[in-house]
């Protein structure tokens, strides 16, 4: 650690949320002696932004509940000087001096600094379309004041993005009662999940009354709704734009600072900047990921960045870790969460790949009340790695893609999965966890189980190959795939002659009796590919890819 004659003496903190204040309260508790000052553009420091949605659908009823600390309370107990609704307006890095200007008074004054933490996030992208001033913004906690006021009087609204806050807005906008329609540009919901897992948010919205409207590009904005590309128009009584958001690099960019390959200002494994002067954490600072540099705008790293930075600023040992961008979203008692990267990601820089889809139940089948889930895992063929997983569901979701993301970072590869030791018990998981049924199904595949996607059926039914579905009569007879014939499993080695010769798909619900088919005919000398995941893939995917654009009513 850095002598104590050498410790920064004034540290200047510009933005005071998650990254920011992390940074500031890490600094007093091992820095008493240092004047702290953070610099806030809005109106409040250390608030649960994270919430806002929330307290607009009054599920979290006090407004005051998102406000973690007030200036008064981080004077006393912290000795951290706030100034709120002041922004910073320049860096003299030659001077070590920021300019502010208080934004009630007009009052600039410059403030100067032995040690810079830049955490000033981002702000709601507005899509430079005409209109788009009159549309409403979540981001802060003044957005949110203005959309509760205006949601008050509000019959109908528009969410225009469907990303993470665009879910949570808009099932808190039907929660208060208005008639809500989801309009988002691509093809799914939450671009964080592969497009067949994030079939089953669009089907949840379907049945809880609100509407979406896929593939809808909005061309512009009133008072009255929105137009679309396609000439048509949907009305409402308020709309808000959730698009995602802009880190506030301007600074930044302005002093001189480093910026890296995403956009982002470039940092250390310290998240030290090109100054040696300067931190940067938060939404501004480029993430290392397995892959290269990204912006990851994920307030658990901004959290854990912003104490990283100010061990580095006081000479602590500190180095931060790859980033796999591992969230979850709450969706009308859905839950989709997802760690490291998209199968779309992936094929995107033509990365090979090993797909794994189940659809495992949350805890023991014969306890009361178990939900099944939707789980994708992806793996590099010839490393083993787990690149990426994904999964969707009621319940257990959180727990799954928690313990794969630690995987990741503990560097055990997907086969690794099969031997973790997971707690069991009825009520909480099964003998053979979800996770560790992934690691046995690419182990199969690993060892050369040959295994077909979701999207390749088609095109492999056109080439020549038998789809053969070996479910029960009761089950086909209620939805199968379109040229697939019926021969249950139990029947299978009755048929086996009838296979040869013929290149074969087999296909159950999930997949776990197509395992097994697959077995059977392999050791008879058939080519046989085990449809990945089942039934529910295919139903999933082929139901978010053909599908019309409008789901649910506008």
Request: glycine share 10%; net charge negative; aromatic share 4%.
């Amino acid at each position: 650690m850095t002598s104590a004659s050498s410790l920064p003496h004034t540290i200047v903190i510009i933005g005071g949320v998650a990254g920011g204040m992390s940074a500031a309260t890490r600094l007093r508790r091992i820095h008493e002696s240092a004047e702290i000052i953070v610099i806030e553009r809005g109106g409040a420091v250390s608030f649960a932004n994270c919430g806002l949605p929330y307290h607009v659908g009054g599920v979290i009823p006090h407004r005051g509940s998102l406000v973690l600390q007030q200036p008064e309370q981080l004077k006393k107990r912290f000795n951290i000087d706030v100034h709120l609704r002041t922004e910073a307006t320049a860096i003299n890095r030659d001077a070590r001096t920021v300019s502010v200007k208080n934004l009630e008074t007009g009052e600039t004054r410059d403030i100067s600094y032995d040690a810079l933490v830049l955490s000033p996030g981002s702000t709601p992208f507005r899509p430079p379309i005409p209109g788009v001033e009159e549309a409403h913004v979540l981001w802060n906690l003044d957005d949110m004041d203005r959309l509760i006021e205006a949601a008050e009087t509000a019959q109908s609204a528009i969410v225009v993005g469907g990303g993470f806050i665009g879910l949570e807005l808009a099932e808190n906008l039907v929660h208060r009662g208005i008639k809500t329609t989801l309009v988002e540009a691509l093809p799914q919901l939450m671009p964080t999940l592969d497009v067949e897992m994030a079939w089953p948010l669009v089907e949840r919205a379907r049945f809880r009354g609100l509407g979406v409207r896929l593939s809808a590009q909005v061309q512009a904005m009133t008072k009255d709704g929105v137009t679309l590309a396609d000439g048509s128009t949907l009305d409402a009584d308020l709309v808000v734009v959730a698009v995602g958001a802009r880190p506030n690099v301007e600074l930044a960019v302005e002093s001189g600072l480093t910026m890296g390959e995403a956009g982002g200002v470039a940092v250390d494994d310290q998240q030290r900047t090109s100054d040696p002067h300067i931190w940067a954490v938060g939404d501004v600072a480029e993430k290392k990921r397995p892959h290269g540099h990204s912006l990851v705008p994920l307030a658990g790293l901004a959290n854990r960045h912003g104490r990283l930075a100010a061990d580095s600023i006081v000479g602590r040992p500190a180095k931060a870790v790859e980033a796999f961008g591992t969230s979850i979203v709450g969706f009308f008692g859905m839950a989709a969460a997802s760690t490291g990267y998209t199968e779309r990601v992936l094929a995107a820089q033509s990365r090979p790949m090993r797909i794994i889809h189940t659809h495992p139940i949350n805890h023991a089948g014969y306890y009361p009340d178990a939900v099944q889930m939707a789980m994708k895992l992806i793996v590099d063929p010839e490393t083993d790695a787990i690149l990426g997983a994904q999964a969707v569901g009621e319940e257990g979701v959180d727990k799954r893609i928690d313990v794969i993301a630690t995987a990741m970072a503990g560097g055990l590869t997907a086969t690794d999965l099969m031997d973790l030791e997971l707690s069991y018990a009825p009520q909480f998981a099964s003998a053979k966890d979800p996770v560790n049924m992934l690691g046995y199904v690419n182990e199969n595949r690993a060892s050369g189980e040959p295994s077909v996607q979701w999207h390749e059926v088609e095109n492999l039914l056109s080439a020549g190959w038998r789809l053969v579905d070996v479910r029960t009569d009761g089950e086909y007879a209620r939805g199968a795939i379109p040229g697939s014939d019926l021969i249950t499993l139990d029947e299978l080695r009755d048929h086996v002659e009838s296979f040869q010769g013929q290149k074969v798909i087999v296909t159950c619900r999930v997949g776990q009796r197509g395992h097994t088919a697959a077995s059977i005919l392999m050791q008879h000398g058939i080519e046989v590919a085990n449809l990945d995941g089942g039934y529910l893939t295919w139903q999933m995917g082929t139901a978010a890819t053909t599908q019309p654009e409008l789901v649910g009513a506008a």
